[in-house]
C-alpha cells in the first residue's frame, strides 16, 4: 500500500513545518502531525462523509486539511470569502456532514463543536444518505476560486503523484522555504503546500499578495527560498519595480494560472540569468490536479512561449479528431496523459459515488503545437472563439497580439459578430489598437469594442474574470 506525505508528517521531527507571518506562530512537523492525528478521529464516522473546509493559508487551516485526508473522509476547499448565497446552494447541494471554518457562521441544520484547535466545527443534525467513491480525497471548484456546484474530483493517488513530480522537476528539499502568494483552495496555490510538505520543508503562511511591501517585508524576514505567481502577479510585480528588490534569499519563482506575455517571460528570465535564480514556467489544470508541463530553467530563454514538456511520470500528445499528431508545427488539441488527472467531475451529491472516468487521460480543450525538440506551446483554447462574419476569430491569439504589440495588460471577450476589448492603460492608444486589430484581422472597425478600465478584474486566483469582464462593457 502507498504511503502519502499526510501519513509521514512525522518522519521529518522537530523541522519547523509551518510559520504564520503575521502572527509568527510556528509548528513543527512532529506536532502537526500529533495535532491532525488528533482532529483526524473527531472527524471519523461509520461511513464515509463529506467535509467542507472554508480554507485561509494559516496553521488552523492546514492542520485542518491534514486532519481530513487523514480520517479517510473526503473534502473539498472552499474560499472563505463566498458569499452566504453560494455557501448555501453549494450546501443544499452536496449536504456535508462537516463544515470547517476559521470564523463563525451560521449554516442551517447544523451544531457548532470544537475539536482541538478548530472552534468552528459544524456537524450536520440529520444526516443524509449517499454513498462516496472509496477514491475520492479532495474536491476543487472547476474554476478554483467560484462556489460552483461543477467540482473537480481527486484521488489519494492524484495529489501524491503530483507532488512527486513537481518536487523532482524544481528539486524540492527540506531546506526550501516557501511563502504562499496563493489561496490552497486553488490547485496551484494546493499543489505549493503538498509538494514540499511531502519533503519536510518550512512553509511560510502568509495571505497577503505580492502588490503588498509587508508581503516582501516577510520574505526577507524569513528568508523564503521561493514564491509562486499567476500572470496578473508578474505584470504587478514588473511594473512595481521587482528587478530592485533585495532578495538574497530567493532561489526559486514559479509562473502558472495562465498564458504571461512573451515579454513578461523575457524581463523575469533575464533577471533571473542576471541574478543566479530559477524561474519555471509552468503550464496545469485543476483537472489535473496541478501541474502538466514545465519549461527547464535552462531552456527559459530559447522557448519563450512554450509550456515545455510533461512533468516527471507523465505524457504529452496532440490529437486531430481522434487522430495523433506526429509532426512538429502542426495544430491540435493537446491531450495529458499521468496519474494526477482527475477521477472525473460532479456536479450534484450522487456524483460524489462515481470512480474512475477518465481513465488518467484528460483532453485539457487547449490548442496547441510542439517544435522539433517536442516543446509544446499553447495557441489558444478551443471554446474561446467568436466568430464575425464567419471568421472565426481567437480571442487568447487577439489578447497575446495586443499585449506584444502594445505592452499593456489585456483581455478580450465577446460574442459572435463582436470582438470586445479591454485594456489597462492611461495612455490614449485605443484607436491604435482598433487599427491594428483591424488591419490584422481584416474586421470591420464596428465589429470592434475597445474599453479602459485601472484594472482588469480578476479572481482570487489571480486569474482574469472573464464573466466580470464581459459585464464591464455592458456599463455605458
Not at 49 to 69: D, K
Not at 155 to 173: F, P
Not at 305 to 326: F, Q, R, W, Y
Request: some cysteine; charged content about 25%.
Amino acid at each position: 500500500m502507498k504511503n502519502y506525505f499526510w501519513e509521514n508528517l512525522n518522519n521529518f521531527g522537530t523541522q519547523t513545518a509551518l510559520i504564520e507571518a503575521e502572527t509568527e506562530k510556528e509548528i513543527t512537523y512532529s506536532n502537526l502531525d500529533k495535532l491532525t492525528d488528533e482532529i483526524a478521529e473527531k472527524l471519523l464516522s461509520d461511513k464515509k462523509e463529506l467535509i467542507f473546509l472554508f480554507t485561509s493559508n494559516s496553521i488552523l487551516s492546514i492542520a485542518a486539511y491534514i486532519a481530513s485526508l487523514k480520517s479517510t473522509n473526503a473534502v473539498l476547499l472552499l474560499d472563505k470569502k463566498l458569499n452566504e448565497e453560494i455557501i448555501n446552494e453549494l450546501i443544499e447541494t452536496y449536504h456535508p456532514a462537516v463544515i470547517i471554518a476559521d470564523e463563525n457562521i451560521h449554516p442551517d441544520g447544523y451544531e457548532r463543536k470544537t475539536i482541538n484547535i478548530l472552534s468552528n466545527c459544524y456537524f450536520r443534525k440529520e444526516q443524509k444518505e449517499y454513498e462516496i467513491h472509496p477514491s475520492l480525497k479532495v474536491l476543487l471548484s472547476t474554476s478554483g476560486t467560484t462556489g460552483s456546484p461543477k467540482l473537480v474530483r481527486l484521488s489519494a493517488e492524484n495529489i501524491q503523484s503530483n507532488a512527486e513530480s513537481i518536487v523532482e522537476y524544481l528539486e524540492i528539499d527540506e531546506n526550501e522555504k516557501p511563502i504562499t502568494t496563493l489561496p490552497f483552495n486553488y490547485s496551484y496555490g494546493l499543489s505549493v503546500i503538498n509538494s514540499h510538505l511531502i519533503k519536510g520543508s518550512t512553509i511560510v503562511l502568509s495571505d497577503k499578495t505580492v502588490f503588498f511591501k509587508e508581503f516582501w517585508s516577510d520574505f526577507k524576514k524569513f528568508e523564503c527560498t521561493s514564491f509562486a505567481g499567476v500572470p496578473y502577479s508578474y505584470q504587478m510585480l514588473k511594473r512595481a519595480g521587482f528587478d530592485k528588490l533585495d532578495l538574497p534569499s530567493l532561489k526559486t519563482f514559479t509562473q502558472a494560472g495562465g498564458k504571461l506575455n512573451e515579454e513578461m517571460i523575457r524581463f523575469f528570465s533575464d533577471y533571473a540569468v542576471r541574478n543566479d535564480k530559477r524561474f519555471f514556467v509552468m503550464y496545469g489544470q485543476t483537472e489535473a490536479t496541478a501541474r502538466i508541463s514545465y519549461v527547464p530553467f535552462q531552456k527559459l530563454s530559447s522557448k519563450i512561449g512554450s509550456i515545455g514538456i510533461s512533468i516527471p511520470g507523465g505524457k504529452l500528445k496532440l490529437m486531430n479528431d481522434g487522430v495523433e499528431i506526429t509532426n512538429p508545427n502542426q495544430i491540435g488539441e493537446i491531450v495529458y496523459e499521468g496519474p494526477n488527472v482527475m477521477l472525473g467531475y460532479a456536479e450534484d451529491i450522487s456524483d460524489l459515488a462515481k470512480g474512475n472516468e477518465l481513465d488518467y487521460i484528460l483532453h485539457t480543450g487547449d490548442l496547441g503545437y510542439f517544435d522539433e525538440e517536442k516543446f509544446y506551446y499553447i495557441t489558444g483554447r478551443m471554446k474561446r472563439f467568436i466568430k464575425i462574419y464567419g471568421l472565426r476569430i481567437n480571442l487568447d491569439e487577439v489578447q497575446k497580439m495586443i499585449e506584444n504589440n502594445f505592452h499593456i495588460a489585456t483581455a478580450c471577450t465577446g460574442e459572435d459578430e463582436k470582438l470586445k476589448i479591454l485594456i489597462e492603460s492611461n495612455d490614449p492608444i485605443e484607436m491604435k489598437i482598433k487599427q491594428k486589430v483591424c488591419e490584422y484581422y481584416k474586421l470591420n472597425p464596428q465589429s470592434v469594442m475597445i474599453k479602459e478600465t485601472e484594472h482588469i478584474p480578476t479572481k482570487p486566483s489571480g486569474k482574469y474574470d472573464y464573466l466580470k469582464i464581459a459585464l464591464l462593457f455592458l456599463i455605458s
